[in-house]
């Protein structure tokens, strides 16, 4: 019986703690959500269309499509708000332009950036 007293007060304090601690949202506004989501995606695409834009001129015709390919790929990946898909195939990207890039010869500015 003295043992349950004892117990009561800490019960007590750990219902208390818990009704102070943060909860999580009961909802939040998806549609802000995927905007930013998509904004992080474009954000990462970015970079890769300009390198892509700069290695077309130097691009087989079966490079050329593989990238319009992938580019599809990845706007349509923004478009339903998925970042770290849109990331992975952003550095695809980049690498491929870099390789095509390099195979012509040409001097890349993102490596002078890079340092």
Known sequence: MDQTRRLLPLAALAAGAAS???RPASACDAEAMEAHL???CDGALEPARQALAAAMEHATPEERMAMQ???TIANSTCTTGDPV????IAANLAR????IEGRAGVQSLTLD???
């Open 85 to 88: 898909a849109g990331a992975r």
């Open 69 to 71: 390919r992938a580019l």
């Open 96 to 99: 491929l332009a870099g390789r």
């Open 38 to 40: 998509t904004a992080v």
């Open 113 to 115: 950036l890079l340092g």
């Open 20 to 22: 102070l601690a943060p």
